[in-house]
């Protein structure tokens, strides 16, 4: 990754994790070291949470998809995250969940310095992003539109997404006066206003 670049996405359990290299002493022959001895796999680490080399801390993450606070037990280390002809240093993070109420998952950030709970809040962010994307699709035509030219459409695509942040501000002020309704059907009970209820009363109020 580049300097200005941090990179945090999901990890395998079964990743390939290794210390990295010694520093290289002067005079040595040969090619130098990519790394150095392997970490246990992050399925190790589960599978005897009781290890010495593994610390597990409980924290409290507002924002877990949805919720307002979560508990975790969340455990992290630096590592050399190789493959043959790629080697990135990370920090790992992993997460387990004692009620059993989801797998064992783990993540990665390119910033071996960063703060752990601020790598959790920033991946559990991509949820509300993907939900834009989503949206501006099915409902305001993000990749259908039709225009000919390249240029129309570099144009009108960075609006579209911008147009969900619109319709949202409306609808909240609407929402203030009870003019927000929640289109329901019998087989899909929803307790909250979606995308479509909102766009719904900002087109009737246009």
């Known amino acids: 990754m580049g300097r200005h670049l941090t990179l945090i996405t999901r990890l395998r359990l079964d990743a390939r994790l290794f210390d990295p290299p010694p520093p290289r002493r002067p005079g040595t022959k040969g090619r130098p070291r990519v790394s150095a001895a392997r970490q246990p796999t992050l399925l190790q680490r589960l599978a005897d949470p009781t290890a010495t080399q593994t610390r597990w801390q ?23 995250w190789y493959h043959p002809g790629k080697q990135v240093p990370i920090r790992w993070v992993l997460v387990r969940d004692e009620t059993g109420a989801f797998e064992p998952q783990a993540f990665l950030c ?23 994307f989503a949206e501006a699709r099915r409902h305001l035509g ?24 619109l319709v949202t501000l409306w609808a909240d002020t609407l929402a203030h006066r009870g003019l927000v309704r929640r289109r329901r059907a019998d087989w899909y009970p929803k307790s909250n206003a979606t995308f479509s209820d909102a766009l719904a009363a900002v087109r009737k109020e246009l």
């Open 142 to 165: 993000v990749q259908t539109q039709r225009q000919w030219s390249d240029q129309a459409i570099a144009r009108t695509t960075p609006c579209l997404p911008a147009l969900v942040s």
């Open 110 to 132: 390119t910033d071996q310095a960063a703060d752990l709970g601020e790598v959790l809040r920033l991946f559990v962010r991509r949820w509300s992003v993907e939900v834009t």
């Open 58 to 80: 409980r924290v409290t993450l507002t924002g877990w998809y949805g919720q307002a606070e979560r508990e975790l037990v969340i455990a992290s280390g630096t590592a050399l």
